[in-house]
């Protein structure tokens, strides 16, 4: 049997999530409102950094920000960075842009939509100098594996918005699915092992991984170079 292409593949993808929406709070509703426009942007359009940020900069994406945390921490503490954030759940997207109002920053813009069609129709090759997926859900369940995000048909699209050189950094408390995160990664050929200790901006500590460690939960830090 041929092999299926990547894209094929992910036109045919599992979510790897489920909208389980909590309510939105007043103010995230009127941040959604308010300060989408400044902030936001939507996946049927191609993204051109110059076009967006106020300088130009190296691009940082992370997918699945969840309240926008580390996001808005790095943003902060590493202006020297552009900001790329992919949410699909809008309590965590109007949290997110209650914090960037709050702390003036204007390096992170936001989509609030599926990370597979947003990297499939708005971010082109080479994009991102740097990836970053922290703590996405473990599915534990054997029968849900094949909801997990990090997949080899998603690892093949992430390398193609990497520059040469570029970071993908994935982050678990789950060490099952560290495993299956290597496994998935070791099956492209332009994506090779890095350290991920000394990462420029280093990952920050949640209060999602401060509660694991808690609980006794290994974190497994995987970083990779795009070839």
Not at 2 to 28: C, M, N, W, Y
Not at 176 to 200: F, K, Q
Not at 205 to 216: A, C, D, H, S, V
Request: glycine fraction near 8%.
């Amino acid at each position: 049997m041929a092999e299926i292409p990547a894209t094929d593949q992910l036109k045919r993808h599992i979510r790897s999530f489920v909208r389980r929406e909590g309510r939105l709070t007043p103010a995230q509703r009127r941040a959604l409102d308010v300060l989408w426009p400044r902030y936001g942007l939507t996946p049927e359009i191609p993204l051109r950094p110059e076009a967006i940020y106020p300088d130009s900069a190296p691009l940082i994406l992370e997918i699945g920000f969840g309240n926008g945390e580390s996001l808005v921490q790095m943003a902060a503490a590493y202006p020297q960075f552009n900001y790329l954030g992919i949410e699909v759940h809008r309590p965590g997207v109007g949290h997110l842009l209650l914090e960037l109002e709050k702390r003036g920053l204007d390096n992170v813009r936001v989509y609030c939509a599926d990370a597979v069609e947003v990297l499939e129709t708005a971010i082109g090759a080479g994009l991102c100098q740097r990836i970053n997926i922290f703590f996405p859900d473990p599915w534990p369940k054997k029968r849900h594996h094949k909801r997990r995000l990090i997949q080899p048909a998603f690892v093949a699209l992430l390398a193609g918005k990497l520059e040469p050189g570029g970071i993908l950094h994935l982050a678990t408390d789950w060490p099952d699915y560290a495993g299956h995160m290597r496994a998935a990664v070791a099956t492209c050929a332009r994506l090779a092992p890095t350290d991920a200790t000394a990462l420029i901006p280093p990952r920050p500590q949640t209060k999602y991984e401060r509660r694991g460690r808690r609980l006794g939960h290994p974190v497994t830090d995987l970083a990779y170079r795009r070839r």
